[in-house]
């Protein structure tokens, strides 16, 4: 039970494009329940092993795409420790589904990257030489990688024996080659890539951030910021909402597809300079001037407070599209009804402030009774009282 709550409180700290959606974790007399999004789509590894579905053009979108997911969780302080093509899912079987990381359950959280793990964990073909020698930190995610863009470029795994031990002492001595028959269409930024993930010295090996800025990437069109009228008015609007407005909304945009969010996620990618899943001050601001609104520094300084529900001094994912969901998306009465379930799971037929504060905390929105309070009085209730459906829709119209 121990592993599965650890699971649970990586999962919450969670909240990139690229990483499996966290819905909430329920707990009986027996057993926990973690509920994430559906995938369902196939594995990398389909992907992989079919050979007309990768060529280089589209292994350089898909490792972007997982080396974005894996800054976010080093900037976040999780090393995952079992990348491997099994545990990268896509949402659907469309050509352009996107991409998760999934599977949790054998990452750690570390506090500085000096941080050093000790146990071989992971799986063989993947492993990097310092985990097979016992002392490791966070860069060993990077050699995994490495290992997945080698297999997606040629379709072959670098370091592969029969036995296990025939496969460590390959993995030790860092010895693959891109130089046969298999890499004769591969460019030579592509492998110099791979060269500089598959550094067996971890001091020397590239970062994720550092690996987003090697030049095999700068070809790739760049996703262009473009914030219009109505988003910023969203922006605006939302500032004005409730705390309890803006903590529903942030349960509800886990629950959106891809299609309803892919015009947001790609303006929410261009306002993430740092490619790690945040958005800060400065490129906000800027994408603002560049869309030709000049805000005051105040103003723009109370729509970062406001949107960031998380108080961490950035944006983050969820919190983006919330914000911005306000112009592009109109709440159904489905979608309140969702909402409104996620409160009052033992269809009593009204919601209690003791629901709302459980409903947060399962969901990863950490809530205390000050904050359930403050909720109540905003929607002028006491603590005492109850919501009716009624006037739970009420609240968003």
């Given at each position: 039970?121990?592993?599965?709550?650890?699971?649970?409180?990586?999962?919450?700290?969670?909240?990139?494009?690229?990483?499996?959606?966290?819905?909430?974790?329920?707990?009986?007399?027996?057993?926990?329940?973690?509920?994430?999004?559906l995938c369902s789509g196939k594995e990398l590894f389909h992907k992989i092993v079919n050979t007309d579905q990768i060529d280089e053009h589209n292994a350089q979108a898909i490792m972007r795409k997982i080396l974005m997911a894996v800054n976010h969780l080093h900037a976040n302080g999780i090393v995952h420790r079992d990348l491997k093509p099994e545990n990268i899912l896509f949402e659907s079987n469309e050509e352009n589904a996107e991409l998760k990381i999934v599977d949790f359950g054998l990452s750690r959280k570390f506090q500085r990257k000096s941080k050093h793990f000790?146990?071989?964990?992971?799986?063989?073909?993947?492993?990097?030489?310092?985990?097979?020698?016992?002392?490791?930190?966070?860069?060993?995610?990077?050699?995994?990688?490495?290992?997945?863009?080698?297999?997606?470029?040629?379709?072959?795994?670098p370091f592969c024996?029969?036995?296990?031990?025939?496969?460590?002492?390959?993995?030790?001595?860092?010895?693959?080659?891109?130089?046969?028959?298999?890499?004769r269409q591969a460019s030579s930024d592509a492998k110099n890539l791979i060269r500089k993930l598959l550094e067996v010295n971890p001091s020397k090996r590239l970062s994720a951030a550092q690996a987003l800025e090697h030049p095999w990437f700068k070809a790739m069109p760049q996703p262009k910021v473009s914030i219009d009228k109505s988003l910023l008015s969203s922006l605006q609007d939302y500032c004005k909402s409730s705390l309890f407005q803006k903590q529903a909304l942030n349960i509800l945009v886990k629950h959106l597809s891809f299609s309803d969010l892919k015009e947001l996620k790609q303006i929410f990618i261009g306002l993430d300079q740092d490619l790690n899943g945040k958005i800060f001050r400065k490129s906000l601001t800027h994408a603002l001037e560049n869309s030709g609104f000049k805000l005051a520094h105040d103003e723009i300084k109370n729509l970062m407070k406001s949107i960031d529900i998380?108080?961490?001094g950035v944006i983050n994912y969820s919190e983006f599209l919330?914000?911005?969901?306000?112009?592009?998306?109109?709440?159904?009465?489905?979608?309140?009804?969702?909402?409104y379930n996620q409160f009052d799971t033992n269809k009593k037929g009204f919601i209690t402030g003791k629901d709302i504060e459980e409903t947060f905390n399962r969901c990863g929105r950490d809530m205390n009774r000050h904050s359930v309070k403050l909720i109540m009085t905003e929607i002028g209730k006491s603590e005492e009282e109850t919501i009716t459906y009624a006037e739970f829709t009420n609240i968003f119209v």
């Open positions: 039970m121990g592993a599965l709550i650890r699971e649970v409180e990586i999962l919450k700290a969670l909240d990139h494009p690229n990483i499996i959606r966290f819905y909430g974790a329920y707990e009986d007399d027996i057993n926990l329940y973690i509920v994430m999004e000790h146990g071989a964990v992971g799986t063989p073909y993947y492993m990097a030489p310092e985990i097979i020698k016992g002392s490791y930190n966070f860069k060993c995610d990077l050699w995994s990688i490495g290992v997945i863009l080698y297999s997606m470029i040629c379709r072959r795994l024996e029969r036995f296990d031990c025939d496969t460590f002492k390959k993995i030790k001595s860092g010895d693959f080659s891109t130089d046969n028959d298999l890499w998380d108080k961490n919330a914000a911005a969901l306000l112009s592009r998306h109109n709440l159904e009465q489905e979608e309140l009804g969702y909402i």
